[in-house]
């Protein structure tokens, strides 16, 4: 079994691998949709923390008296029906719909994930109520539930992003309990158990590293539908209120554009077209390289 | 259905019925197209019956299937022929391929349990084959499964046939399988290693029925093992593979009393290791009038057991003999509900709850499965370096040099430092889960069959490791087993259990020797030796013992 260099060898010998490495390692293997799709969210991410510097005028600044105006120099994409600058209320939108949306699906992952995990390995009696807590709020369709709440609470930023999140973190609290259960058998976790390591330590070094493909598979999509339900709540006027611009209320208000032939309605879902397929293609690259650790090689 | 058994009767011992030439397969690796079987030349006349031995990895199962004319994916066949009956199945359509197999030629593969669809009765599965191709009418098919179920002698034959899968047990259910191979009556059969999941007394019956059923039918057979002593007592000649090639090829006879090649004579070694018997010494780990149960159901009765330092205790008898339960109970996984676990004269709590740090350090476990007892996200410095970081604080260079001094214990190059358990094989990941239980420096090491999912090579190697570790650092085993070759190779002490209960202990050579109970003479006769006409004398001495147990 062992090589020839008994005598402990000269060359150094590579005693950690770093998480960084093992990314680089995987963004070498990357395809060219992985990467679109890697560039597109980069892109978003820059309109969002920047649009105040990128956007040429401001986001809900009446700046033409012409409504509706057509695609020219001044105003690229034209003006909207109060005469407001399309292009930058959809640079604008990327902060306001992504933003909204990728903080509401972090807080519904932060609490559906904590609560699945803490369910899967405690007592059955916290479990049952955690799962039965679930269930219940499952039940009731999300939309309607939303909306009660949304009239009981006032449409705030703040509120939308509470309640969408704990609507959704259910899903994400079904999924977690089922992948940490299977995990929370395995014979490395009563190692652990037989080492005395506290139950924080196994949760979060010995079962978490195993589930956060799915659980990061799931984000990907879940994302989407947070997206689509707060894009739902606006055209309801229950989202996010104006003046702020919100590429769902966008194509709502433009969408009888459609009629004549002008694509300017197109544009805000296209971002949002583009934006849930570039997802999807890191997500599965990132799915790629994670399973390959336990498979191939 | 009667006509076809009337031709099965008429069929001619000695008649050529495969040929496979020169068959090269090659499956799709890292670095392109890799040959896993190479040039590989065979024929088996009908009525005979050949078996192929090898470690995992050898090309085996690969081979196996292309006898039906099939690759996993991923794989392909690159060269050479198949020839079955005349035709080269290698040239057919895949719909002529699918139309022999299940009728003219069959696969009984490992895992039953993996292989049943547990939502259906063992009869439907049995008859299906012969139902789709419309050979028999449904009464006819049922009536030749129950015929078979007979053949093979699973319990109540009529009745069996209406269970779920999870109703019957892993060797009546690794013996339906055959029986569902055998309901087309095929001219051959592929065994895929069908008994290596089983325990070695039912081993035993599954064998016998094996072997009954092919020679009353003159079916030809392909039987794939990694156990030399079964495959003596199946086959009427042996192929060894290795790395995809032909080491050997001589009839079972001659290849078991002069074997012709180094690597064919290192697989017979294996089973003659043997650790010479040491005097006793002082105790210390003592288990005394423990019980425990899992609900109502008590998995251990009054055990009491006497550990004695630097020696090895080897626990064995068949699943479900409460082995396992034995050392969970030992760790404090599974709380006794009577009596008392003494470590160096000081009683343990019964919980692993309850236990000191220090406690829990003494006593370590090591596992069957490598694969899930190691975790797949952690490097070999994660998993060896927490024990030397929780129980002795060690970080930083203290703890790199400290991990590949341990991995230089276990006989692994340091450049495993950085690897995942999926990076290596699995011997080597057993050889990590070794380093990890040293690297707490425990008293008493528990090993949990742990060589049994392993090929008999690498049991061997890990053997002589543990052997080692003992003389240098005088540690303790207790070591759980149902392999009696194992046994012979490493306990001074022999604790022999059955139903929860130990039904004989003592030094090695004396149980051995001179079994008094009779299910340690079961055990014992079970155990498949490298005589050909073991398995006879086997089948009659297991007959009588079991009727003396019950």
């Known amino acids: 079994m062992r090589p020839s260099d008994t005598n402990l060898p000269a060359r150094a010998v590579r005693y950690r691998r770093s998480r960084t490495g093992l990314v680089w390692a995987g963004l070498r293997r990357a395809s060219l949709t992985t990467w679109l799709g890697l560039c597109v969210i980069l892109l978003y991410a820059i309109l969002a923390l920047f649009a105040p510097l990128i956007a040429p005028y401001g986001e809900a600044d009446v700046v033409s008296s012409q409504p509706f105006a057509a695609w020219n120099s001044t105003f690229l994409f034209g003006t909207d029906q109060l005469g407001r600058d399309v292009m930058s209320r959809i640079i604008y939108g990327a902060r306001n719909s992504v933003g909204i949306a990728f903080i509401t699906t972090t807080i519904a992952f932060l609490l559906g994930g904590t609560l699945g995990i803490l369910s899967a390995i405690s007592p059955s009696w916290l479990d049952h109520v955690l799962s039965g807590v679930a269930d219940m709020l499952m039940a009731i369709p999300q939309l309607i539930f939303a909306l009660i709440l949304l009239a009981l609470f006032g449409s705030s930023i703040p509120s939308i992003v509470m309640i969408i999140a704990v609507l959704n973190s259910t899903q994400i609290f079904r999924l977690a309990r089922s992948s940490a259960r299977n995990v929370a058998v395995m014979e490395f976790i009563e190692v652990a158990s037989l080492r005395g390591e506290r139950t924080l330590w196994i949760i979060v070094r010995e079962i978490l590293p195993n589930i956060m493909p799915t659980l990061i598979a799931e984000f990907g999509l879940r994302f989407c539908f947070v997206f689509l339900t707060i894009s739902a709540l606006s055209f309801l006027g229950l989202g996010i209120q104006p003046p702020s611009a919100d590429w769902g209320t966008m194509v709502r208000e433009s969408a009888t554009f459609i009629s004549y032939g002008n694509i300017t309605p197109l544009l805000p879902a296209a971002a949002i077209a583009l934006l849930t397929v570039s997802i999807n293609f890191v997500v599965d690259w990132f799915l790629d390289i994670a399973s390959g650790l336990r498979d191939d090689q | ?550």
């Open chain 2, 1 to 550: 259905m009667i006509s076809n058994r009337a031709a099965s009767h008429n069929r001619q011992n000695g008649e050529l019925l495969l040929d496979i030439r020169n068959l090269t397969i090659e499956a799709e690796g890292s670095d392109g197209w890799q040959p896993i079987v190479k040039d590989i030349s065979l024929h088996l006349r009908r009525g005979e019956v050949l078996g192929i031995i090898g470690e995992s990895g050898a090309g085996k199962s690969t081979l196996g299937l292309a006898a039906l004319g099939f690759t996993r994916p991923g794989c392909h066949f690159s060269g050479g022929s198949v020839t079955f009956d005349g035709r080269d199945l290698l040239k057919e359509s895949e719909e002529r391929r699918r139309q022999l197999r299940g009728t003219r030629i069959a696969y009984v593969a490992q895992s039953a349990a993996a292989s049943f669809n547990p939502a259906h009765r063992l009869i439907e599965q049995t008859i299906e084959c012969v139902m789709m191709r419309g050979l028999a009418s449904r009464g006819a098919a049922v009536q030749s499964a129950t015929d078979l179920f007979a053949q093979m002698q699973l319990p109540d034959p009529e009745t069996i046939g209406d269970r779920f899968p999870h109703q019957v047990s892993g060797g009546q259910l690794q013996r339906a399988m055959t029986a569902m191979a055998m309901t087309c009556k095929p001219d051959l059969i592929v065994f895929d290693e069908p008994t290596t999941a089983l325990d070695v007394t039912t081993q035993v019956e599954v064998l016998a029925s094996i072997r009954k059923i092919v020679e009353e039918h003159h079916t030809a057979a392909l039987y794939i093992t990694h156990d030399l002593a079964v495959v003596a007592q199946m086959a009427h000649r042996i192929m060894v593979l290795r790395h995809g090639e032909l080491v050997e090829h001589a009839s079972t006879q001659q290849m078991l009393s002069e074997p012709e090649q180094t690597y064919t004579r290192s697989l017979w070694a294996v089973r003659t290791l043997e650790k010479p018997e040491e005097p006793p010494a002082e105790t210390i780990l003592s288990v005394s009038n423990v019980d425990a149960h899992y609900g109502d159901f008590k998995a251990l009765d009054d055990i009491s057991i006497e550990v004695p330092r630097g020696r090895t205790v080897a626990v064995v008898g068949e699943s479900g003999s409460g082995k396992s339960t034995l050392a969970r109970v030992i760790s404090g996984l599974l709380p006794s509900a009577a009596g008392a676990v003494s470590l160096n004269g000081v009683r343990l709590a019964p919980s692993l709850k309850q236990r000191s740090r220090d406690q829990l350090r003494r006593i370590q476990m090591i596992y069957q499965s490598a694969d899930t007892a190691l975790n797949p996200r952690q490097t070999v410095m994660d998993l060896v370096g927490r024990p030397l970081s929780f129980h002795f604080g060690l970080k930083g260079r203290m703890q790199e040099r400290r991990v590949a001094e341990l991995l230089d214990m276990v006989e692994l190059s340091d450049r495993h430092i950085v690897s995942f358990p999926s990076e290596l094989s699995g011997g080597q990941k057993q050889r990590v889960a070794i380093a990890r239980a040293i690297a707490a420096d425990p008293d008493v090491f528990i090993c949990d069959e742990i060589t049994s999912a392993l090929d008999q090579l690498v049991q061997e190697q890990i053997l002589k490791l543990l052997l080692n570790l003992q003389k240098e650092m005088n540690k303790t085993y207790l070591f759980i087993t149902h392999d009696i070759a194992t046994v012979n190779a490493i306990a001074d002490q022999v604790v022999v259990m059955c139903r929860g209960g130990i039904v004989q202990q003592g030094a090695k050579r004396a149980v051995m020797s001179s079994p008094d109970h009779p299910y340690t003479k079961l055990l014992l006769s079970a155990v498949p030796q490298m005589d050909p006409g073991w398995l006879d004398t086997a089948i009659q001495n297991g007959r009588l013992a079991k009727q003396n147990i019950e």
